[in-house]
């Protein structure tokens, strides 16, 4: 499962495995407002991820 976690929330159900590059690019998510966390741990654009896994897509937010 996919969960974007931000501004807006959204979950979606991962199919078969693919890169968070691939899920990235699909969703048209920009990779430099988000941290990517795979069961909890963080990982790069170029981890595969499988259905049976958790993916996060933490949004940063900033401010002063």
């Known amino acids: 499962m996919i969960k974007i976690m ?5 979950e979606i159900v991962l199919d078969y495995p693919k890169t968070v590059r691939t899920i990235l690019e ?3 998510v ?3 407002r988000f941290v990517f966390l795979v069961n909890g741990t963080p990982v790069t654009k170029d981890v595969l991820v499988t259905p049976d896994q958790e993916l ?3 949004e940063i ?3 002063g």
């Open 6 to 10: 931000g501004r807006q929330s959204r």
């Open 26 to 28: 699909e969703l048209k």
């Open 30 to 32: 920009s990779e430099e």
């Open 56 to 58: 996060v897509f933490l």
């Open 61 to 63: 937010f900033s401010g």
